[in-house]
């Protein structure tokens, strides 16, 4: 049983689970229109001990009821039965109370040994039981089926909808089924304008569809929590399995600069991995949200937050790292509390210090509809300061990661195209990673490892472009 109308199938036989057609357009939402009666047959057992060796000799025959979000076990449809705790099994809907010739194997073993009795039974199932898909299937016209809206992002307690022009007519029941089927859901809004485009921040104008217009919300992602004013800085929950991808090539004790950190999905969690960050967002209000995450997720020995245009923020961290480092400074991490009582002669455990490092290892760019054009701010970056890296020390280049939009397709096309812009801004030749050589191709000079993150339209992805600064473009005269 799934997808939308519920098929169920067993041995070829058909039957349909299919939720009531409700063709009730702009119309308030009529939940008793949902409520239907399937008559099927079930299995009265005549000790409740019975249960559990019945049940595994039906799944196996394949003679019990097999339906998503509906238990087999049902109490007996006779009240006064059921009050005494009597119990059925339901079963196959090919199976007919009344005629035992659509009978199992198990069912007529059963009903010869005299341990339970085929009784027809009324299958009730009402709007509870329907999921989104299927009230939206049931409540809009078919030629909308195709694309029903249900990929929102959800914040906290707030489901941000993106919803076509088609599909606004009948945006106010959308928003009402989306609070009935997500308990945890209490606002519903919708976009009005285009993240990115319209506002520097990425930030956007909505309408608030169902619940109170409150926007406060606080989520929680990679073992971090995060408060925040939905309407006033970028969030997107749909990147979670991203941010955890670049965070996860991130070794304690290295430094990773964001320059464009938003409230700080990628700086938090790598600060607690111990991870040094210089983290950077342009948004006082991104700013601010990030200084309490800081502190909230208590990673301020390893997180500094600035807020300033990325732009010249590039240069000014690679500096500051460098003076941080030749200053002395570190993270300090006060002992841990022994689980037991020292002994008096034992030294009491120390602080620990962990230095920062003179470079950065890693640049992130999470601005994905401009930040190709902030490369031409990376010559320069490391400029007179060769004795810092290789082959004077073990010291790599940083690896830059840049998020960008660029076409939808499996062909070459959009890996093409990013690599194009990207030489294009840095004036020095990329070539795409060749199939197979896996993420570590990006640490040989001149070479982009491309990976696609997720679609956000239909002929419209966003990627990420990981690759090692060239020696030409960071040992350059800054301009």
């Known amino acids: 049983m799934s997808g939308p109308g519920n098929i169920f199938e067993v041995e070829g036989d058909m039957v349909i689970f299919r939720c009531p ?35 595994k000799l039906l799944e196996a025959s394949r003679e019990i009821l097999h339906a998503e979000r509906i238990s087999p076990i049902a109490p007996h449809p006779d009240q006064a039965l059921a009050n005494k705790g009597r119990k059925c099994l339901l079963l196959n809907p090919n199976v007919k109370a009344e005629a035992s010739d659509t009978w199992g194997p198990v069912v ?32 809009l016209p078919e030629e909308l089926h195709d694309e029903i809206p249900s990929g929102f992002n959800i914040a906290g307690h707030v489901a941000h909808l993106n919803l076509r022009e088609n599909y606004l007519p009948y945006k106010y029941l959308v928003a009402e089924i989306i609070l009935d089927k997500n308990p945890q859901i209490k606002t519903v809004i919708n976009k009005i304008d285009n993240v990115g485009s319209d506002s520097e921040f990425r930030t956007f104008q909505y309408e608030v569809l169902a619940g109170p217009d409150d926007l406060n919300v606080q989520v929680s992602e990679n073992d971090c929590i995060f408060d925040f004013d939905y309407s006033k800085v970028y969030w997107n929950s749909k990147l979670e399995s991203e941010h955890r991808r670049l965070i996860n090539m991130f070794q304690p004790g290295e430094v990773v600069c964001d320059v464009m950190a938003g409230i700080g999905p990628f700086a938090v969690p790598a600060g607690k991995k111990r991870v040094f960050v210089w983290a950077n967002d342009k948004n006082p ?23 300033e245009d990325g732009r010249t923020f590039i240069h000014k961290a690679a500096d500051s790292v460098l003076e941080a480092s030749r200053n002395g400074e570190c993270a300090v991490l006060a002992p841990k509390k022994p689980r037991t009582p020292n002994p008096q002669n034992t030294a009491p455990p120390k602080e620990e ?12 760019m999470n601005l994905p509809a401009s930040a190709i054009e902030f490369l031409p701010n990376y010559r320069g970056l490391y400029a007179g300061r060769e004795a810092l890296f290789a082959p ?10 840049v998020h960008c939009f660029s076409v939808k397709a499996d062909d070459e096309t959009p890996v093409r195209d990013i690599c194009e ?12 990673a060749a199939d197979g050589e896996g993420e570590s191709a990006a640490d040989a000079e001149g070479v982009i490892k491309i990976h696609r993150v997720r679609d956000v339209a ?6 990420c472009a990981t690759f090692r600064l060239p020696a030409a473009v960071a040992f350059a005269a800054r301009e």
């Open 392 to 401: 004077h020390t073990a010291t790599k280049l940083p690896l830059v990661h």
């Open 285 to 307: 209000e991104s700013f601010k949200c990030l200084e309490a995450a800081i502190k909230k997720n208590k990673v301020s020995p390893f997180v500094r937050p600035f807020c």
């Open 353 to 364: 210090r962990i230095p920062i490092p003179p470079t950065i290892s890693h640049f992130v």
């Open 458 to 463: 239909p002929a419209k992805s966003m990627y």
């Open 21 to 55: 057609i409700v063709r009730s357009g702009t119309a308030a939402l009529n939940r008793a229109l949902f409520s239907k009666t399937i008559p099927i047959a079930a299995a009265a057992l005549h000790d409740n001990k019975s249960i559990s060796k019945y049940r």
């Open 108 to 139: 007529k073993d059963g009903v010869q040994k005299e341990e339970l009795t085929v009784i027809p039974y009324e299958l009730r199932l009402n709007y509870d039981y329907w999921t989104f898909r299927d009230v939206m299937a049931s409540i």
């Open 421 to 432: 812009r990207i030489t294009k801004e840095l004036g020095f030749r990329f070539r795409p």
